[in-house]
């Protein structure tokens, strides 16, 4: 089994930045991707980005150019930093834990964290 706990999130300004961080314990994968999803109010859940056991990553249409994944191995943490934040970037954030490498599709997850709240005030 794998737990994924979720820390940060809350209100931000338009223009402000947002850190979320994920923590991992639990089984552990040799060949894994960790990705970060959204999900706004009445919207479908939405690819921010991933990272993979070869620390490639991907990011979605949204978050190009204004985010970064990274992680912590000796920590089992991921984080995700986004910049220029706007108020259409109000959510809930998942992380999520998948085998097998970068996958766009929230169906491909089998771990999911408890999901954190980001609000972008204008």
Do not use: H
Request: hydrophobic share 30%; glycine share 12%.
């Amino acid at each position: 089994q794998v737990q994924l706990v979720q820390s940060g999130g809350g209100l931000v300004q338009t223009g402000g930045s947002l850190r979320l961080s994920c923590a991992t314990s639990g089984r552990t994968f040799s060949f894994y991707t960790m990705a970060w999803f959204r999900q706004g109010l009445g919207k479908e859940r939405e690819f921010v980005g991933a990272i993979n056991w070869n620390d490639n990553t991907e990011y979605g249409d949204a978050a190009k150019g204004r985010s970064t994944i990274a992680r912590d191995n000796a920590k089992k943490m991921i984080y995700l930093q986004m910049n220029s934040l706007k108020p259409e970037d109000t959510a809930v954030y998942y992380c999520a834990l998948r085998l097998g490498g970068l996958n766009r599709s929230p169906r491909e997850y089998s771990y999911w964290g408890q999901g954190t709240q980001v609000t972008v005030s204008s």
